[in-house]
């Protein structure tokens, strides 16, 4: 069973970059695709963007493309989302979720489909 800590957040002001790092341990980390999602209190958990086991698909939620990349380490178990240009409304509880596949192509787009997460990394956005 894999264990998954983030790290990487904290307060920055509108217009700054993050890199948020996810962390794992405790199984096979090329085994597993994986998936960045945010929440705001009162409002559902939003997938960011999703990777494949082997880092060569990813999914990338229509209001993320061009500001947000993720990617994926396998040799270091850790996953990362780089954020620019980020806007006060960026502000919330990012968590990285893992969802164990043989398929080292598919990339898991549905909040349901993942299994394991990891506890959230807060990011404060200023104006």
């Known amino acids: 069973q894999v264990q998954l800590v983030e790290s990487g957040g904290g307060l920055v002001q509108a217009g700054d970059s993050l890199r948020l790092s996810c962390a794992a341990s405790g199984g096979t980390f090329s085994m597993y695709a994986m998936g960045w999602f945010r929440q705001v209190p009162g409002k559902e958990r939003e997938l960011l963007a999703a990777?494949?086991?082997?880092?060569?698909?990813?999914y990338y939620a229509a209001s993320m493309k061009g500001r947000f990349t993720i990617s994926r380490d396998n040799a270091k178990n850790t996953m990362y989302l780089q954020m620019n240009s980020l806007k006060p409304e960026d502000t919330a509880v990012y968590c990285c979720?893992?969802?164990?596949?043989?398929?080292?192509?598919?990339?898991?787009?549905?909040?349901?489909?993942?299994?394991?997460w990891g506890q959230g990394t807060q990011v404060t956005v200023s104006s």
């Open positions: 990777i494949s086991s082997s880092g060569d698909n990813i």
């Open positions: 979720a893992a969802v164990p596949t043989a398929i080292r192509y598919r990339y898991y787009s549905k909040t349901d489909d993942y299994a394991y």
